[in-house]
């Protein structure tokens, strides 16, 4: 009993001293700016921070994570059939203030001002270390400011304009700050872009392969500027916005063929799939921090891609609709059987709806799952006569297909079923070269038409120029040029083995 007495004693002072010392302590809510900016190792680890709060695009809620559901589901392209889906339960009906959608809307807005914040307060303090390899400390600037326009785009077309804070604020400040117009913050995201432009460099080596680039911010700009020239955003048609979003567009093609950092891929279906996305010359924007692959498993198997019938259990509810599978076009063939264009498919074509779902564009096979068309295990049936329905259909249990197909498209061959997850990941990205082209196209066909160059560069680039390239890049050798497991193009001799439609 002494021992336990004096043990007592010795773990009261202990604590009575300890709580003594924790009340001596500043406050924890606001960074030690002396001691973070004295040392450049710890200012680069503050930075990179902002690389590890950008938003995950295919993990967590929404996406692939807890809520499951595309946003794509949110428009005409895709349906989600289960009724616990983000997009049935909020996008669908408004419903903006729903947990499940809070992650992609109203969560964004502090998450977003909390990485402005530390920009500034990176900004308002480089000046402070000095240990910095030569040249760095302008490069750091670049990227903040980089990160500044990044996460003003990430309020920006959500909420439209925001209020612009110019400073890291204190509880002195007033913060009663007025909602800047769509244009004033545009306008400020496309002036940080272009500071950081002018101190970054065109690539990185070693470990800091993943940073910031040129690249990087001439996709922004090629993005947010096509937003501005959109019908919602420019509603008088101003052309010379239209001008502007294809100039940015065309500044990053030819910076690419220029430089050969990012080319267009010819394995299509790789770009999502099988592989890191730093090792896909197609991306160029993607996550290095935090989580940026997303393993399937039995849980995203079973609950987001997997159709509800037998062999595979799954829930697969991300269902393409019919205006989705309509825009893959049909190849068409001269008298000697050889491809000559293709056309777009048309239900008043007797022959196009005989041979639905026949020599359709090849992506059409790599992303839609229909019906009898053979996939891993067995047919796909959804299929109904009368009251008999097939394996994968069932219009009394919300898990099933509304649409009458399933999504191919992010479902590795690998990933047989809920207990065979196999080994694939997706990696996380948010601009692809792919998309460049695309708004190039939408842009300058806007403005000028589909086969018309205003721009007046050296080289003349139509819209249907760069559609056609975007188009070419898609390769599908002949089967018995195709080898092994190990050749990259092994799925497309097996799903032709499997598919005569394709």
């Not at 924790?22 to 900016?37: G, V």
């Not at 600037?141 to 804070?165: H, Q, S, T, W």
């Not at 500071?195 to 392969?209: F, N, Q, R, S």
């Not at 399933?406 to 601009?431: M, Q, T």
Request: charged share 25%; proline share 4%; glycine share 6%.
């Amino acid at each position: 009993m002494k021992r336990i007495y004096i043990l007592i004693l010795i773990v009261s002072s202990a604590l009575f001293f300890s709580c003594d010392n924790f009340l001596d302590q500043a406050p924890t809510n606001e960074e030690d700016k002396e001691y973070i900016f004295e040392d450049y190792t710890r200012a680069q680890r503050y930075l990179d921070m902002l690389y590890y709060y950008m938003p995950a695009k295919w993990t967590g809620s929404g996406k692939f994570g807890d809520y499951y559901g595309f946003l794509e589901s949110a428009t005409d392209m895709s349906e989600y059939s289960s009724t616990t889906g983000a997009t049935n339960r909020s996008f669908n009906v408004g419903n903006w203030r729903h947990a499940s959608v809070a992650s992609e809307i109203t969560s964004k807005w502090a998450a977003s001002y909390n990485q402005i914040r530390r920009c500034w307060v990176m900004l308002e303090n480089m000046d402070k270390f000095n240990n910095h390899p030569e040249g760095r400390k302008e490069i750091m600037k670049g990227e903040v400011y980089f990160f500044l326009a990044y996460y003003y785009n990430e309020l920006l077309f959500r909420y439209g304009g925001v209020p612009i804070v110019d400073r890291a604020l204190t509880l002195e400040d007033d913060l009663k700050i007025p909602r800047a117009s769509y244009e004033e913050t545009l306008n400020f995201i496309v002036e940080n872009l272009d500071k950081a432009y002018d101190l970054l460099p065109e690539h990185w080596t070693g470990d800091d392969v993943g940073r910031v680039n040129k690249a990087w911010i001439l996709a922004v700009k090629s993005r947010i500027l096509l937003y501005a020239a959109s019908p919602l955003n420019n509603p008088t048609n101003d052309k010379s916005k239209w001008e502007a979003a294809a100039k940015a567009s065309r500044e990053l093609i030819d910076f690419c063929k220029e430089s050969g950092m990012y080319k267009l891929s010819h394995d299509w279906q790789n770009i999502f799939m099988r592989g890191y996305a730093n090792q896909k010359d197609e991306i160029i924007i993607y996550k290095t921090t935090g989580n940026p692959q997303v393993t399937f498993n039995s849980k995203l198997i079973n609950g987001q891609q997997a159709t509800p019938g037998e062999d595979f259990w799954g829930g697969g509810s991300n269902n393409p609709t019919q205006n989705f599978v309509d825009r893959f076009e049909v190849i068409k063939f001269d008298e000697n059987g050889e491809a000559v264009g293709t056309e777009q498919f048309d239900w008043s074509n007797s022959e196009h709806v005989k041979n639905i779902y026949k020599n359709r564009d090849p992506r059409f096979y790599y992303t839609v799952l229909y019906n009898n068309r053979f996939w891993i295990k067995r047919a796909i049936g959804v299929w109904r006569d009368g009251n008999n329905y097939g394996p994968d259909i069932d219009p009394k249990n919300h898990n099933f297909s509304r649409t009458g197909y399933y999504l191919r498209k992010y479902w590795p061959r690998s990933c047989f079923d809920e207990k065979n997850p196999g080994g694939a990941f997706v990696s996380s990205f948010y601009i692809r070269l792919g998309e460049i082209y695309l708004n190039y196209a939408e842009a300058m066909n806007e403005a000028y038409g589909p086969y018309t160059d205003g721009l007046g560069m050296s080289e003349k680039y139509t819209a249907v120029d760069a559609i056609n390239e975007l188009r070419a890049r898609l390769v599908c050798p002949e089967s018995s040029s195709i080898g092994g497991e190990s050749d990259p193009y092994w799925y497309v001799k097996e799903e032709r083995n499997e598919n005569p439609d394709f």
